[in-house]
Nanobody, 119 residues
Framework: QVQLVESGGGLVQPGGSLGLSCAAS????????MGWYRQAPGKERELVAL???????NYADSVKGRLTILRDNAKNTVYLQMNSLKADDPAVYYC?????????????WGQGTQVTVSS
């Protein structure tokens, strides 16, 4: 029904920057919240940032001021600009979308993209 395709990710040095993007496709009525979660080895998946359809945002405290979430409703795409990356940022980053399909809303996830921070 709904596919989330992520791009970006990779290896960056500490203090460096990286951008992620995620495009939603398929048959749906509307996309509500979009966002990013991450999961590091041995840890639970955690929220990074969410953005509502109107642009309201919610960030994890650990990323405030360093990561910026944006969205293009016309392209059904969400972006995550990551600056000043630190040693505790490496993880698999998952795109998330809360999508209304016909009369119900469902959560969908991307396949994940690896972010590595290393010198």
């Amino acid at each position: 029904q709904v596919q989330l395709v992520e791009s970006g990710g990779g290896l960056v040095q500490p203090g460096g920057s990286l951008g992620l993007s995620c495009a939603a496709s398929g048959r749906f009525f509307s996309i509500n919240d979009m966002g990013w979660y991450r999961q590091a080895p041995g840890k639970e998946r955690e929220l990074v940032a969410l953005i509502g359809r109107g642009g309201s945002t919610n960030y994890a405290d650990s990323v405030k001021g360093r990561l910026t979430i944006l969205r293009d409703n016309a392209k059904n795409t969400v972006y995550l600009q990551m600056n000043s990356l630190k040693a505790d940022d490496p993880a698999v980053y998952y795109c998330y979308a809360h999508v209304t399909v016909i009369a119900r809303a469902y959560s969908f996830w991307g396949q994940g993209t690896q972010v590595t921070v290393s010198s």
